[in-house]
């Protein structure tokens, strides 16, 4: 009867462990595809910002005003950009005060392994501030 026994908790371990482990491991690889897409889109937001900063005011700047930002160029600058790079992502909010812009934008992302178990998609987000600052007058400089 012992050896019954054992062979029974040997197949209680054979089915019970991989339930366990693999909602684990899908988790963990869900996981690491959500930090690789918001690390992406963290980039694409950062490239736009730094394509929509270098549109400069000439109109203002020709007046004697200081540097500052053509804000309808640079948010066309900015959509297009993320249109490019980043197809899924949401420009939310758009700030120009000044030379300087702030982006926030975010993206829907469904969720492929762990959607069995909560919800079908994560929302990634991502704000990044760039500034219009003028360009050095020599190389050594």
């Not at 910002?49 to 400069?56: E, I, V, W």
């Not at 790079?85 to 909010?93: F, I, R, Y």
């Not at 992302?109 to 007058?137: I, K």
Request: net charge neutral; glycine share 10%.
């Amino acid at each position: 009867m012992r050896r019954r026994q054992h062979g029974q908790a040997l197949a209680f371990f054979a089915l019970v462990l991989p339930l366990v482990l693999l909602p684990v491991a899908a988790f963990g690889v869900e996981a690491g595809f959500l930090a690789a897409r918001q690390a992406h889109l963290a980039e694409a937001t950062a490239q736009a910002a730094l394509d929509a900063a270098q549109q400069l005011d000439t109109a203002a700047l020709r007046a004697g005003g200081a540097w500052r930002l053509d804000p309808s160029a640079a948010r066309q600058v900015a959509a297009a950009d993320l249109a490019l790079q980043e197809p899924g992502a949401v420009l939310d909010g758009f700030i120009v005060a000044g030379a300087q812009l702030t982006l926030t934008v975010h993206e829907s992302v469904p969720l492929q392994l762990a959607g069995f178990a909560g919800p079908r998609a994560a929302t990634l987000r991502a704000s990044v501030s760039a500034r219009l600052t003028a360009g050095y007058g020599s190389p050594s400089g």
